[in-house]
């Protein structure tokens, strides 16, 4: 039997808001606001009082999807990123790089973020990149 | 002030009174529930006073009940100050927890404290440590009696228009425990809009904590728009102590009055 | 208990800036159907005399 809150940081926006994500005998069951974190002092958003609703949710994605004949199908990760890159290089070619546009998310990492703007300059070749907390 | 704490705690342990204990815990600054279960875990045990007297608390309870449903055969001792016990009360005449699976581990409130919440009575019964601190006098309520109809009518509108509706209130309550919540029903309370229905939504809130509130004050303290909803509540526990002479969590048989459909 | 329920909420309504008498509570069986007229007309009469809610124009606003 274990029961034990711990501490982290919201992935949603850039507030940084400190909670306890509540794990009863290893599940995630409840999030509750960080009495003790700077940021938020025991409040939360209504994102953040939800967290643990996305991360168990059985409407997360368990494998890549690929289309096919209009419909999306799954797919393995080799043929997803085959046929990303495939396309991505082809419309590249035939439109120009500043026809691709890419989106980060406030649900990565600083680090993953950066690596994707580092794609989308350089490799792409387009400053198309923006984020969904701009909105 | 934990000492007499962990060591009532480390006795209950130690002779398999409880399987566990719940509490709080302080690392590296930061206050968090936790489930001691072992002996050595309790030199970390925190009454959730961090700056202020009181100022790290969380809803034990509703953690409890949590734990109590996936482990029913199980004892656990629980940290609980005067408001935790008119909690713990409550929710055994509501059937939500087990009074033969529940060790109160009582802790009484100091003076700063138990002014700032207006605390009926600042200590459980089952006092462990800490002070038999005074019923302290309450200003809030009086405050907005004094106001005539206008005034109270543009104080309250105001105060609800900085409503995000976060549910944060409604999440932190000990005593919420509903499977569906009024004030997520949308023939209730619209959908889409901020500030939800105004005053609608917190009408309804405030109705609902008649029997059920222990004016712990989690609920403004979870506000991030700092509305005084702990006044409202108080207001409606005044109301139902004069006009249905029930005072929540303080009987131990006496069921709410709105508990009671009829009659 | 009905009643008692209707006088709590008249003093929560009260206590929020909302006028009481803007809640009427009376028994009416259904074979009293005059009564029942008489007591909502009255009630109109009542209603109009105090006025448009406030909450409406705030809503309006």
Redesign the interface.
Known sequence: ?????V?TTCPYCGCGC?M?L?V??GKL??V??????PV?Q?????K??TVHEFVTSPKRLTTPLVRKDGTLRESSWDEALDMAAMRLREIKKEEGPDSIAIFASAKCTNEENYLLQKFCRVAIGTNNIDHCARL | MSQKIRQYVHQLLSEGKIKAFLGLREENGHIMPHLFCEPQELEQISLGDRKEPGDARYPLNQLLIRLAREHPDDTFAVLTRGCDERGLKELFKWNQLNEERVVPVGVGCPDDLARACECEKPFPDCLIDGPQGQKADSEKVARIDGMDLEGRLKFWMGEFDRCIKCFGCRNVCPMCFCNECSIEEESLVGKGEIPPDNPTFHLIRAVHMVGRCIDCGLCEEACPADIPLRTLYKKVADIVSEELGYRTGYSIEEKSPFNIIGG | MAEKRMTFLKKLMEFCGINPDRLRVRWVSSSEASEFVEEISTFVEDIKKTGPNPLKAKEAA
């Not at chain 1, 039997?1 to 809150?5: L, N, S, T, Y």
């Not at chain 1, 509750?32 to 974190?37: D, F, I, N, V």
């Not at chain 1, 025991?42 to 209504?46: D, I, M, N, S, T």
């Open positions: 039997m274990e029961f034990k809150a501490l400190g306890l509540q009863l005998d069951v409840a509750l606001p960080s009495k003790t974190a938020n025991g409040k939360l958003c209504v953040g009082w």
